[in-house]
């Protein structure tokens, strides 16, 4: 009540002298009232109640309307007399031809900067320059909001010492001032204090500037600003990041597709697989009308990747158009469009196609690494280009004489993706399978070389099953035994736990079965069963068991029997939205097979339609009758 009234009274101490009652006898103004504002001396009460003035308003405003109408029409010309000014010297040399202000000054370093994007010793050292900082220095209280954010990072971007008086000073000043700066100058103070090496002092900033961003977060009005903060900040609080997402939500049918690069790779940066922000991106990105660009598309694809988000529409889009520019693709960007595509497991023919005849065309642009990367790519998707013949032989010209200088890792990747995509030649085995590699891999810890311990042991495999000119050498026994052990125990699914339990209803005798069985091929078993020409199971220990280096069996099969593998095919064994199968599993049906057994697949697609125990166990039985007749009809 107390302010009201005192707000009231100044208004009426400043009504001039001027000020006439209406005429008309309706009125009521009291004489005292009259008599007082008649007698008010308004220049002096007006001086002493206003206390605005453009320099606080302009503090208040918003960085862009601060170059706007606010700027005075001198400081307007000083800078497009800065435009012309030849040379650092002379921008130095004008705080001594004229007196400049505070704003002034910073203009002069902005333009400095400008003209020298960097580091200068030089112009650090320069006195004049020294004498600009003490003078700015001066009046850093009556510097605008908008040039103090940017005469901070022009200190930055020249490289002046952080404990400088004048460093120091502009921090302390912008840190005060967090709570006028507009949530743009916010962001634009984020966009270059985040990324730094922070000291105390910037730490300090920075967390306050955190603050009064989550405080602040409901003025975001534009999308630039959204970008910015969610890139630069939002890794450094968990609350600032769920309401920036909201705010992602709320503008993302304004995102251009590089803002939308921008927010997905910062996701994707700190994992955080929101979907409902990627759905909304992509939703807008399929109707965007524009081509995307082929960096837009790179980045985006890494991102999809590494959260292993699909979205099958937008996906498409990016294949549609980045096949057109893929000849004006870097090799290394090639590289890594087939890396993100191959984990995502989309497998777009025309575009793998395209890459082909990206690789045959431009061979000699591409290193082994780049080749090598291409290569895995396909053989994951199980792809073979159309011109396989072409392909191949540059595969097997450029990879095939320079595998030794590859590394380790790198040689045991060319062979496995080549016996995948069945592929591969004598010469292959000769330099994979000698005791120089998997010596190599034998002295990894167990944990690191679990991956490369079962490549090498498919390596052998395909040796072994699918390579009749090969005539050795092969891993000796101790050693497969040893890689064999450093593949762990076999984590059991859900769907592999249903079909074992099933397995056990439908071969209740004990013995007639094995469970989890490992093989010396590199593949493991959901289960084993031998069955004779009538369906019958057989105990399994008395037969002898190539694919176990432990069985203790000595007899043959029966003549008419059967060994059975079922294997279950879960969800990632497929491509994405195909009953297709990825390519290390195709391989896995061709070892199996070629090792004698009848393999039995349990498709995870199937068998969620099933309900009842009774309809699993006869969709079994009725796979088990299928392979056996498919057997004997070949």
Known sequence: ?????????????????????????????????????????????????????????????????????????????????????????????????????????????????????????????????????????GQIQHVWNGRLIKFLRSLYVLGLDRNHRCFQSVEVEVQWRLRKFSIGALAQLSSFIAPLYRSRREKALLEDLVKQVELRWTEIRDTRSLVTLISRLGFMSNSLMERLEDKVLEFAGDLKPEESRKVISALSAENRRTVSVLRAISFHLIQFKGELSPSVILD??????????????????????????????????????????AYLKYSNQ?????????????????????????????????????????????????????????SWQMQLDVVWSLCILNHVTVPYFHKILKPQVYSQILAVSEERSAIHSVKLMHINATAQ??????????????????????????????????????????????????YSVPTVYGWSLDGEVVLDSDLKALALKHFEDPHDSQSGGTQPLPEGARRFAIVCREFSHYTFREKVVLGRYAMNQRHLRAAGFLVVEVPYYDWQELKSDWEKQGFLKDQIKKVMAKDMAE
Not at 20 to 30: G, I, K, L, N
Not at 307 to 313: A, D, E, G
Request: glycine share 4%.
């Open 1 to 137: 009540m107390t302010a009201r009234l005192i707000q009231r009274a100044s208004r009426l101490l400043a009504v001039p002298a001027s000020f006439q009652p209406p005429s008309s006898s309706s009125s009521a103004v009291p004489t005292e009232c009259m008599r007082l504002c008649q007698h008010a001396p308004p220049p002096r009460c007006r001086a002493a109640l206003h206390t605005s003035s453009p320099r606080y308003l302009a503090e208040s405003l918003p960085e862009t309307s601060q170059m706007g109408p606010v700027t005075p029409q001198d400081e307007n010309e000083f800078f497009s007399m800065l435009k012309t000014v030849p040379g650092i010297n002379n921008l130095l040399d004008i705080p001594r031809e004229q007196n400049v202000s505070g704003n002034k000054g910073v203009m002069i370093i902005q333009e400095i900067v400008r003209r020298e994007p960097g580091s200068n010793e030089e112009i650090l050292k320069d006195p004049r320059f020294q004498h600009l900082l003490d003078h700015i220095n």
């Open 300 to 341: 985006l694809a890494f991102a999809f990747a590494k959260l292993n988000f699909c979205q099958p529409q937008v996906l498409q889009k990016m294949a549609t158009d980045i096949m057109p520019k893929l000849q004006e693709i870097s090799p290394t960007d090639i590289a890594s469009l087939v890396r993100s595509i």
């Open 465 to 514: 099953l699918e390579s009749p000119d090969y005539r050795g050498p092969l891993l000796p026994e101790d050693v497969l035994q040893t890689l064999q052990s450093r593949t762990g125990p076999r984590r059991v699914s859900a769907l592999q736990n249903a079909v074992i339990e099933t397995l056990k209803k439908v071969f209740p005798d004990e013995g007639t079965c094995n």
């Open 350 to 406: 025309p575009l793998c196609e395209a890459i082909a005849q990206a690789c045959l065309q431009c061979n000699q642009s591409f290193s082994p690494s780049h080749l090598c990367t291409v290569l895995l790519g396909f053989a994951h998707l199980n792809f073979i280009p159309g011109q396989s013949e072409e392909f191949f032989n540059m595969i097997h010209l450029r990879l095939g004489c320079e595998l030794e200088s590859l």
